[in-house]
């Protein structure tokens, strides 16, 4: 064997053995998925549950019907479908649909069983806005920790927590059958049906919070694998007619009294801070009007609020001035200055009124208080 054959045979063990090595190094560096659960990158952090609560309540709205039914629902993907309860919207084709930016929408039932307590609600101005993931192929288990958000009683985007206190439970309550449900230690009340059950791990629906014991902390939702093929189905070819509504129906949602501007006013600016709080601040910034984006760029508005946190609402006074109102709130909060948080108080009034048909942050003065 000559020189030269050495050479190209040492070689190959080289690059061999450096492959090992490399392999070995590799499997230390990557972590190993346990149970199926999603490999985290680099520099990435598990969300908070005030992370999960925040964006889930951006996909839940409040419906309202012109029966008088009230009730609940979640976006589930770009064409601006909802999913709800059927009890929620039978006899009807048209909606209200209140947004957790303070929008008032139409939407139109075009989905609905008689037998199974699901619908889905199309919302065209929704559209192209995502939604919430869902459970497609597992199951919940007892002891899993959920969170329920809906309008109980008609309180906008509450959020309650509790755990999946039972499985495969049965309910008739007529005209609906209500087979293997989820039995939940969040109380249901009116106005929470058709509001999603959301793992508090992930993130992702679990059901569709459907009834619940009066008097009772006990809940039921329904499992969303069990009807996602129904709702996709309506989602992919709506259903041209709905049981006891004809085709050529003329009813449109009558003009009645809108939610008093002040309690939309009071509940844009809450919303508002908790978008920052959350460290949402490009939703935040979208709650603003035109004329107060073009006078602060995204990135300035962020500044302005990054070095804040834990703000509070202590107080507020609100005043009306014709279709406009100002929204006054002292605010406690922890202000980063000279590189250590500090205790603060504000006063800031905001002047929120319609921007296109939408309501928004108009603008706002502020000062601090001793």
């Known amino acids: 064997m000559n020189w030269r054959a050495i050479l190209v045979i040492l070689g190959i063990f080289l690059m061999l053995g450096g492959g090992v090595?490399?392999?070995?190094?590799?499997?230390?560096?990557?972590?190993k998925q346990l149970n199926g659960a999603p490999l985290i990158a680099v520099g990435e952090k598990n969300k908070s549950l005030k992370d999960i609560i925040f964006e889930t309540q951006k996909y839940v709205v409040m419906i309202e019907t012109d029966s008088g039914n009230q009730g609940s629902g979640f976006l589930y993907n770009?064409?601006?479908?909802?999913i709800t309860n059927a009890h929620v919207v039978s006899g009807v084709r048209h909606v209200r649909v209140k947004t957790a930016d303070?929008?008032?929408?139409?939407?139109?039932?075009?989905g609905i069983s008689t037998e199974v307590d699901v619908a889905v609600v199309r919302v065209p101005e929704l559209a192209g806005g995502g939604g919430l993931s869902l459970v497609k192929f597992e199951k919940a288990s007892v002891g899993d920790e959920v969170l329920s958000v809906g309008s109980p009683l008609g309180l906008h985007n509450t959020v309650t927590t509790g755990i999946i206190s039972g499985v495969g439970r049965s309910l008739q309550i007529s005209p609906y059958t209500y087979n293997d449900l989820y039995q939940i230690?969040?109380?249901?009340?009116?106005?929470?049906?058709g509001g999603p059950l959301v793992d508090t791990t992930s993130g992702s629906v679990l059901g569709i919070n459907s009834a619940g014991l009066e008097n009772s902390s006990i809940g039921f939702s329904i499992p969303i694998v069990n009807v996602l093929p129904l709702i996709e189905g309506w989602s992919k070819e709506p259903m041209t007619m709905l049981p006891g509504i004809s085709l050529t129906d003329d009813e449109h949602v009558s003009e009645e009294e809108k939610?008093?501007?002040?309690?939309?006013?009071?509940?844009?600016?809450?919303?508002?801070?908790?978008?920052?709080n959350i460290g949402d601040y490009v939703y935040a910034y979208s709650l603003l009007?035109?004329?107060?984006?073009?006078?602060?760029?995204?990135?300035?508005?962020?500044?302005?609020?990054?070095?804040?946190?834990?703000?509070?609402?202590?107080?507020?006074?609100?005043?009306?001035?014709?279709?406009?109102?100002?929204?006054?709130?002292?605010?406690?909060?922890?202000?980063?200055?000279?590189?250590?948080?500090?205790?603060?108080?504000?006063?800031?009034?905001?002047?929120?009124?319609?921007?296109?048909?939408q309501l928004k942050l108009l603008s706002s003065k502020a000062k601090y208080l001793q």
């Not at 770009?78 to 909802?82: E, P, V, W």
């Not at 309690?263 to 600016?269: D, F």
């Not at 004329?291 to 006074?317: A, C, L, P, T």
């Open 21 to 31: 090595i490399a392999y070995a190094e590799l499997k230390e560096i990557v972590p």
């Open 78 to 82: 770009d064409q601006g479908d909802l």
């Open 102 to 110: 303070a929008r008032e929408l139409a939407g139109e039932v075009i």
């Open 185 to 193: 230690s969040t109380p249901i009340s009116h106005g929470n049906s």
């Open 259 to 276: 939610q008093p501007l002040d309690q939309l006013a009071s509940y844009l600016v809450k919303h508002f801070y908790d978008a920052i």
């Open 289 to 357: 009007g035109a004329d107060w984006q073009e006078g602060i760029s995204y990135v300035k508005f962020r500044d302005s609020y990054i070095h804040m946190r834990n703000i509070s609402i202590d107080d507020e006074h609100i005043s009306l001035n014709e279709e406009e109102a100002m929204v006054t709130v002292v605010l406690s909060a922890d202000e980063r200055m000279e590189g250590a948080y500090k205790f603060v108080k504000q006063q800031i009034t905001f002047r929120v009124g319609y921007d296109d048909d």
